[in-house]
């Protein structure tokens, strides 16, 4: 399997010496981390080296450009949707037919990707076992999956297959942004590293202990490096060098004001897709149409039930005049109202059914976000990487059921209140037995609002800061305090709008 690696005109790499090895690609945003690994990733596609990227921002499927890769997950570019459930047959076809695969995990929430990662992973590691041929993994944001100091079955899967998946012929390329946060002892054991600039403290101490150098040297040549340079260790051998650029479409590039066009791209066999389509079947799988149909009819009982409810409220409304019969204002408006406005609503509520559960007062200084520097302001500060997850997240959130979005709104806006369900049906305009009997699920999924009982009866509040806080981890140190508080705001903002619309 003898063939050179055309990654730098200064680095002399073989193929053979990738077989089974641990490469970890480390650097700050924008020093050219992607870059590289696209890089060594069409040099492997080039010699036929199977492997399976896991890339979790949408950068890789360019790769099609020019190879024959299958993009499966849930992000802009793929060609087949999957979850847990199909990962592992997805995992045989890579690895038994020699298909690379790009597992885009770019629309999953953080939760599902490990879970679906554990599956794929985890099936790889057995194939593996078995077959014994060479095969590597690629894996972006490693920090996330094999962290400093915290266990994780998934941070286990994931350790094995760096350090001890040589002899089954499994090898990783690990990148990071975050080089202290990533596990010191697959970084240690990493038989080849890209090491590309980096300025915090805590990463430079990390690059101390992988150069041999003293520190002030470390310090000196590594705050030099420019985007694409790196040093390259490979056990004795350190070479400064400068990195190719991708052939192939980089979607994850730095955007410039030039027009970008998503290339042509070339489609891997139809039997392969029409085989995953098959797994997802036998396991119970049912298609989107179906789902799509059933959820349809769903909505259609949720909606006669409702309107049924309407009319019994209208009576209700006119004896008590707790309720006036008006076209509702649009969540949004509904959110931004005054306070005294939903404590006037409050008042008249008490004794009433709907005032059951204890209340607590919606905080004027919730109501009233501090003012924020909108539109450029956040363009700059927040990366372009967070701005796609926020969409993603938004478009996510769109997809759910319209009454769900308001409850949603409404417990985002009044944040980090508890409200009954009939508290929010009764601020939302919606009949109470409605949420009751179809709560908002997708939205419990997802985490970004929790439920617990009180006296019996289902309550909600918004959990939006900790998800958030959750989401976009990943994007430390790029951001910060500052920056969370503005993707929170951000998300909070979009939420409402989503209600609307
Ligand atoms: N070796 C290189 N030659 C030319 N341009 C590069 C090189 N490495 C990176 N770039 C460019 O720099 C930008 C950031 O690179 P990227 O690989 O996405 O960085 P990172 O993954 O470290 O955040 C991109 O626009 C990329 O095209
Ligand atoms: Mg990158």
Redesign the pocket.
């Known amino acids: 399997m003898t063939a050179p690696l055309m990654v730098s005109p200064d680095l002399d790499l073989d193929l053979e010496a990738i077989i089974g090895q641990c490469v970890a690609i480390l ?10 690994a696209g890089v060594l990733f069409e040099e492997l596609l080039k010699h036929s080296y199977p492997l399976s990227i896991v890339d979790i921002d949408g950068e890789y499927f360019g790769l099609k450009e020019r190879f024959e890769v299958l993009v499966v997950g849930t992000g802009d570019g793929v060609e087949i949707e999957i979850d847990a459930g199909s990962a592992e047959e997805v995992a045989r076809i890579s690895m038994e037919r020699n298909i690379p695969v790009v597992l885009d995990l770019s629309g999953h929430l953080a939760e599902e990707r490990s879970e679906l990662l554990q599956e794929y992973l985890g099936a790889l590691w057995r194939l593996a076992g078995s077959l014994r041929r060479p095969y590597i993994i690629g894996i972006e944001e490693a920090h996330e999956f094999i962290p400093q100091g915290v266990r994780s079955e998934l941070k286990d899967l994931v350790s094995r297959i760096a350090l001890r998946g040589r002899k089954r012929g499994l090898g990783a390329i690990i990148v990071s ?1 975050r080089s202290a946060k990533v596990d010191k002892d697959v970084l240690s054991q990493a038989g080849l590293l890209f090491l ?1 600039r980096v300025v915090h403290e805590a990463d430079m101490r990390v690059y101390g202990e992988l150069l041999p150098w003293k520190k002030a040297e470390v310090k000196e040549i590594v705050s030099a490096l420019e ?2 340079d790196c040093i390259f260790v490979d056990h004795e051998t350190i070479v400064p060098l ?5 052939e192939t479409f ?1 979607a ?3 955007p410039t004001l030039e027009t970008v066009v998503t290339p042509a791209l070339r489609q891997v066999s139809q039997a392969i897709i029409e085989a995953i389509e098959r797994s997802k079947g036998k396991r119970g799988r049912r298609s989107k149409v179906q789902l799509l149909e059933q959820r349809v009819h769903e909505l259609e009982e949720v909606l006669s039930e409702r309107q049924r409810q309407i009319t019994e409220l209208e009576d209700v409304a006119r004896t008590l005049g707790y309720i006036r019969v008006e076209v509702p204002r649009t969540a949004r408006e509904e959110a931004l109202a005054p306070v005294a406005a939903r404590e006037e609503r409050a008042d008249t509520a008490g004794g009433s059914q709907w005032a059951a559960a204890p209340v607590e007062a919606p905080s004027a200084a919730i109501l009233e976000p501090p003012v924020i520097d909108v539109g450029g302001q956040r363009e700059r500060i927040l990366p372009p990487a967070v701005h796609r997850h926020i969409e993603r997240l938004v478009g996510r959130v769109s997809r759910g059921a319209l009454l769900h979005r308001r409850l949603l709104a409404f417990l985002v806006a009044h944040a980090p209140s508890t409200y009954s369900v009939e508290q929010i049906a009764a601020w939302t305009h919606c009949p109470p037995g409605v949420l009751e009997n179809d709560p908002p699920r997708e939205f419990l999924e997802m985490g970004m609002i929790s439920t617990e009982r009180r006296g019996g009866k289902p309550h909600y509040r918004s959990t939006l800061k900790a998800f958030a806080m959750r989401e976009f981890e990943i994007f430390e140190p790029d951001i910060g305090g500052t920056e969370l508080h503005l993707i929170t705001s951000q998300l909070r903002d979009r939420l409402l709008e989503a209600a609307s619309t």
């Open positions: 650097g700050i945003r924008g020093s050219g981390k992607s870059n590289t942004q590309h985007t694409g400068h990195v190719r650029e991708r980089h994850g590039f730095t």
